[in-house]
């Protein structure tokens, strides 16, 4: 009988899933600690960073007009001042696979809590609200670091694109 009401339990949360009633958004974690990311919810305003919050997937890898944008923004905010104009590291490490600095980053999720809270080793966070503790408005949006990452990805070698 227990069997029976997991398994009915399991498949009704299944279907629930699928028809779009429940969906448990991505947990995101610190790259510094491990201890847990908290990001408003608030700032995943674009159709693609709430597709980035459900599912941890970078709508914007593979999207030539996305990864322009990127490219500008990785500009705009001095990245290729440490990691160079290609991402491939300068004074800072290279962002670009197959290897990484931190493991984690061969996937977009980690990539993007790298960059958002960021490091040990002497990058500080860039996500909006964090960058700047005295202007909350100072810093990279969700969706802006979601291109950045994106253009990266076009940078790397061995096919990583972080959405595997």
């Known amino acids: 009988m227990l069997v029976k009401k997991v398994l009915m339990s399991s498949l009704l949360v ?15 974690v610190k790259t510094t600690d491990g201890s847990a990311l908290k990001i408003d919810s608030g700032l995943f305003d674009t159709p693609a960073a709430k597709e980035f919050l459900a599912t941890g997937k970078n709508p914007y890898v593979g999207n030539a007009e996305a990864t322009a944008k990127g490219k500008k923004i990785f500009g705009l905010y001095s990245c290729t001042q440490c990691h160079g104009g290609d991402a491939k590291g300068q004074v800072g490490p290279g962002l670009v696979g197959p290897t990484f600095r931190y493991p ?14 960021g490091t040990n080793g002497g990058m500080g966070a860039k996500g909006i609200g964090l960058m700047d503790a005295t ?16 253009w990266i990805r076009t940078q790397g070698s061995g096919g990583v694109t972080g959405n595997e």
């Open 135 to 150: 202007d909350p408005k100072n810093g990279v949006t969700v969706d802006e670091l979601l291109k950045v990452i994106a």
């Open 104 to 117: 984690k980053d061969a996937t977009n999720k980690g990539m993007f809590e790298t960059i958002w809270a």
């Open 14 to 28: 299944s279907m629930m899933t699928i028809a779009g009633v429940a969906s448990a958004d991505v947990s995101f």
